[in-house]
């Protein structure tokens, strides 16, 4: 195998060139001037026996085989650059950036994070709670908590809480009546996570007009969890964010879908995990088993 592949340099010359865009700042990248790139991805061109890039005016364009391999180099080098930092240390004090749902993070995460700190305080965080799936990138976020069966395609789940989709309502919004029927509920108020459509979606799979309902109001996470104590409306939620309120009484599940998802994942991409990451995961583990 490695006798078969091209010299490194030629590889990082045109790796270089496919991220610059232009043989002068290729060269500023590596320290080389703009000659010695054109040498190299001219000599590699002629190794592979493709065509990589095509002149336009004063810049460069890449062929569609330069995309090709522009692409791999891009993530094998970045690969090897964050192996090389896990192995050094070199981005130790780079913070940790985590994404979740806004729910996520105010009804379980942040009643919790006091004991994070108070054992690692060496670790710097960035919470990043928003609905909206965000990339996981070198250098950028590394660790998200998504909920779902824990099949993303390219990244590797561990699942961290099990908890079916229940939809709920205060006591206080449904007195003593009774539902049967998951029409019945298009009569109430409807509460959803700003960023989701799961209201609308449970009611359509359950065949009730096309998920209608007389009023819905869309909100960040941590106030729909508020809003729903309080009686304003009917919800879409985990059920471990109201164990509590169902236990004492005050919030009643109305219905519970156990196949919507095996539950909460920790989701990252593949690849050595930085200590950081690796100390993070292990205690929201370790918090998510100490509640059963």
Known sequence: MFRDLPPLSQLRAFAALAEAGGMSAAGALLNVSHAAIGQQVRTLEERLGVQLFVREGRGIALTAEGQRLGGVLREAFGSISREIED??????????????????????????LGSFRAQHP???LMLNPTADVVDLAPGGV??????????????ESTLLLRTPFVITAARSLIGD?????????LDFPWLQEIGTDEAKEWLTGQ???EGRVRNMTSLPGNLLQD???????VAATALAFVEREVDSGDIVVLFQDDGRGAGYFLVTRPGVQRPALRAFMRWLVKEAQADG
């Open 87 to 112: 192995l050094t240390g070199a981005d130790a004090d780079r913070p940790l950036q985590v994404t979740t749902t806004p729910s996520f993070a105010a009804r379980w995460l942040m009643p919790r």
């Open 227 to 233: 809003a729903l104590r309080s009686g304003e409306g």
């Open 122 to 124: 060496d670790i710097d």
């Open 207 to 209: 065949g009730v007009a």
């Open 142 to 155: 590394e660790l998200a908590v998504r909920f779902g069966k824990g099949d993303w395609k390219g990244l």
């Open 177 to 185: 009546r009774t539902i049967d029927s998951p029409a019945e509920l």
